[in-house]
Structure formats: C-alpha cells, structure tokens
C-alpha cells in the first residue's frame, strides 16, 4: 500500500509566522504536490514537482514555496503565514496519473 | 482544457438505498478517470480509476463506475449505501501530458438511517 505521511495534522500559527509544512511518501513516486481545499473552492494546486530539485508553480503559488531535497519528502513553506492561508493542505503522490494523498493538514492562522 | 462536471453538489439517500452520482468531463482525447471520496477531516482516498480497459470499473466497498465515451460520463454507483458511505466524492480527469489532475467539485453524500 502507498502511504503518504504529513507532519501535522492540525496547526495552529500566528500572523507573520513563517511555516514549514511536511510531506513524506514511500513508495519512490517521481511526482509531489501541495493543494489546499476550502469550501465553495474545491481542491486548488499550488505547487508541484516531478523531479528532487525541481518544481511548477499551480494553480495560487502566490504567498507558497517549496522544497524538494529528497525524492521521498517535499515541504511546503509560508514565508510569512497570512489569515487567508487558514485552510486544509493536502499533499498527494504520483507515479504517472494515479495519485496518493496524505491524511491532510488543517492549519488555522491568526 | 479538461474539465469535470458533477451536478448535485449534495446528495441524500436512505440506508440500502442505491447510490448514484454523476459525473461527466470534458477531453480532447481519451482520459483516465477517477474516483475519490473524502471522509470528514481526512485526505483523499482512491475509489477506483479508469485508465482505457474495461468501461466498467469496480472499486472498493462495492462502488463501481461506467465509462461512456458516447456520453463523455463516468457517473459512480452502489446498489446498497451503508452509513459509512457518508462523505465527499470527487471525481477527477487526468490533464494531457503533465500527471496533473482536474478535479470536480465534488457530491456531499448525506445517508438516512
């Protein structure tokens, strides 16, 4: 079974902050993504990478980065955590077009 | 540009009552699809997934979908719901050439004892 791990699944952080948000997988996929998933919104892609070292910009990068050191492990970063940041954070895992998701990180910001 | 369209953005049935939710998409050529479904405050969970085999598809906890190229449809099915089918169901297109997804906006399932 394919398994997906997130750091966190509830955080709570305060405005300005920066956040470091953590997704590990174990079955050697070559593709990573963050999303975020609000009410009304649906799920939205923020960043991506296909590769270590290599990312895409989604859907809404604006206020996101993010890291990709080791194949496993891709992080998703607000530089300086903002109230409309208050949201649910997926990340998911791919080989080709099937993906993986992660228990999700419900983050508050205030 | 792909994209899906599920109709019923919530969906009550009763207990041992079927189930049935639509989904129809939009491809310039022939996609794979899926379905997701997402219990309250967890991560997607894959259902099941066409990707150019059989047309009817079966998936976990007696869930099964029919694709219908004719109709540009993958509507999902169960003949019986329980109550732990209570949750949101995303059905999802693949994006040409870039392992990128293009969800729906998914069917809030509410079932009735």
């Known amino acids: 079974d394919v398994k997906v791990t997130q750091s966190s699944r509830y955080l709570v952080k305060r405005t300005g902050e920066k956040v470091f948000l953590e997704c590990v997988q174990d079955?050697?996929?070559?593709?990573m993504f963050w999303y975020r998933q609000d009410p009304g919104l649906g799920l939205r892609l923020i960043y991506f990478?296909?590769?270590?070292?290599?990312?895409e910009k989604g859907d809404i990068p604006e206020g996101y980065s993010v890291s990709r050191e080791k194949k496993e492990r891709f992080s998703l970063i607000l530089e300086s955590a903002s109230t409309n940041q208050t949201s649910m954070y997926l990340c998911?895992?791919?080989?080709?077009?099937?993906?993986?998701f992660g228990p999700g990180t419900r983050l508050l910001v205030l | 540009a792909q994209s899906v369209t599920q109709l019923d953005s919530h969906v009550s049935v009763s207990e041992g009552t079927p189930v049935l939710l639509r989904c129809n998409y939009s491809?310039?050529?022939?996609?794979?699809l899926f379905w997701y479904v997402q219990h309250p405050n967890k991560g997607l969970q894959l259902l099941l997934k066409?990707?150019?085999?059989?047309?009817l598809v079966k998936g976990i906890n007696g869930f099964e979908a029919e694709f219908k190229k004719s109709e540009t449809s993958f509507h999902l099915t169960k003949p019986s719901a329980h109550m732990s089918d209570a949750a949101e169901y995303f059905c999802?297109?693949?994006?040409?050439?870039?392992?990128?997804?293009?969800f729906g906006k998914g069917n809030q399932v509410v079932v009735i004892p």
């Open positions: 079955m050697d996929h070559e593709n």
């Open positions: 999802v297109v693949s994006i040409y050439g870039n392992n990128r997804l293009a």
């Open positions: 066409y990707t150019s085999a059989a047309t």
């Open positions: 990478s296909y590769d270590v070292k290599m990312k």
């Open positions: 998911a895992s791919s080989h080709r077009e099937t993906q993986y």
């Open positions: 491809s310039s050529y022939s996609p794979s």
